[in-house]
């Protein structure tokens, strides 16, 4: 009688448990949706001066998100979604369209062509032997670093930090209206999540939103639900144009996209997959990583990464696919809610933005003290990310401090094969993008 009693509770338990994860996962995969929507915004935004149509590029945006996030969940059993990276898409447009002559058309050729890339890379040895190759404190530099150039985003989107001619930046107004209300609505974020309130990314968004609108920031008369035309897509899908793929230019282009792809979602992956505990399992979601890009390419919008608004959903508890299959029908959803989505201020994502980088920074803290060679690249890595506004600058300058220092003082010894590689390949990317006049 008592084993049936013990075996019944332990199955209500059970049940009790999952419902409560399935409750938890759902409510942090709308968090990592809300926190990171301004991305089908702003990444339009960018793609305009590409020559590429808004509403185009909103729904390229869109259809990219939601099926690479829907294959991150259902293959790899990950809460991650993937969106067209910020700073890759400028690029995409102001570099590899504005800059080097290629037409937005054949950049989709690239992108495409990218995304095999790196999904071999990823499909192979190739990719543990880079991850046992990096030394383990660079490797959390990245995440520091990208961590501060997500609240250095943050505060710049909130009106915080400003430009300074002067000092280049400083400290902005907080009488201005947006930026009160980033202040305002990142406090209740950190009070919340203090108190380890359920969910309290999402209902900071939801109360931010709503003192925009007694605050004037947002008017509810901005809703326009015939504004927007879905028809759009059939101007980007398979756009992508390979007729001049041997030429140097979009030769350059493909390299510039798979180095800055590759190592970008590297380092922000590695960081989210530790935070949940599943860094062994590495392999998995960055080959989907390599497959959204090529996602990307036939949709027609810019190169994707492993979103480091992740982090939110993180912080409330997502673990698994049940978020990211949550985000990604959201992401879906958002088709016909744009005109709703478009509602939520700059005031209030940016104190999300500048959450997310808290988080991220805390990585530094993992970091174990070497020699001095060790801390230059590490303080590399992690200023020249934000100070450049470029993952990949700061990646790249750090490694190859790091390799070459050794080798200066001795040590080649201990620098593994594939980090020769790595420092060759972005001094090569450096002198490459030197030569054709490429700044990004």
């Known amino acids: 009688m008592d084993e049936r009693l013990n075996k019944g509770l332990k199955e209500t338990n059970n049940r009790v448990l999952q419902k ?50 829907i294959l991150m969940g259902l ?22 369209v ?30 543990p032997i880079l991850m046992k190759s990096i030394p383990s404190n660079l490797k959390h530099a990245i995440t520091v670093g990208v961590g501060f150039f997500i609240l250095f985003i943050g505060l710049q989107k909130s009106g915080l930090v400003v430009a300074n001619e002067n000092t ?25 999540n203090a108190r380890n309130v359920s969910g309290n990314l999402l209902i900071s968004i939801v ?54 792809i590759v190592f970008e979602n590297m380092g ?45 959903g993180i912080s409330v508890g997502a673990k698994g696919k049940i978020a990211a299959f949550t985000s990604g029908i959201l992401f879906l959803l958002s088709l016909f809610l744009i ?11 940016s104190s999300v933005l500048i959450f997310i980088g808290f988080l991220m920074i805390q990585t530094f803290f ?22 450049t506004y470029n993952i990949v600058n700061g990646i790249s300058i750090g490694f190859i401090v790091y390799t070459v220092l050794n080798v200066a003082c001795g040590k080649r010894k201990e620098i593994s094969i594939p980090m020769y590689v790595l420092t060759a390949l972005f001094i090569l990317s450096f002198i490459m993008n030197v030569s054709m006049g490429i700044v990004h």
């Open 168 to 192: 280049m930046v400083s400290f902005g107004n907080i009488t201005n209206k947006e930026t009160l209300l980033s202040i305002i609505t990142l406090l209740i974020i950190l009070i919340l």
């Open 366 to 387: 993992d970091l174990k003290k070497g020699d001095l060679i060790d801390t230059i690249s590490v303080i590399f890595i992690i200023a020249l990310i934000p100070f």
């Open 207 to 260: 109360i931010g939103t709503i003192l925009s609108l007694f605050m004037g920031v947002t008017n509810l008369s901005d809703l326009d639900f015939n504004s927007f035309n879905i028809s759009a897509l059939s101007d980007v899908f398979l756009a992508m144009s390979f007729k001049n793929m041997l030429t140097m230019p979009f030769i350059v282009a493909v390299f510039s996209i798979s180095i800055v």
């Open 98 to 127: 504005n800059s080097m002559g290629l037409s937005w058309q054949e950049a989709l050729g690239a992108v495409f062509i990218s995304g095999i890339i790196f999904t071999i890379i990823a499909s192979t040895k190739i990719t």
């Open 20 to 69: 409560n994860n399935f409750k938890t996962e759902v409510l942090a995969g709308v968090t990592t949706f809300i926190a990171s929507v301004y991305i089908i915004m702003t990444n339009a935004l960018i793609l305009s001066d590409a020559g590429i149509s808004s509403d185009a590029a909103m729904i390229a945006t869109i259809f990219t998100c939601s099926i690479s996030t």
């Open 268 to 312: 922000i992956l590695y960081g989210q997959m530790e935070a949940i505990d599943r860094s062994d399992e590495f392999q998995k979601p960055f080959k989907i990583a390599g497959i959204s890009n090529m996602i990307a390419g036939v949709f027609g919008t810019s190169p994707t990464i492993v979103a480091a608004e992740n982090f939110s």
């Open 339 to 349: 005109p709703v989505l478009k509602l939520i201020p700059n005031g209030v994502i």
């Open 75 to 96: 293959f790899s059993d990950t809460p991650l979604i993937v969106v067209p990276g910020m700073g890759i898409n400028s690029l995409f447009t102001y570099t590899i």
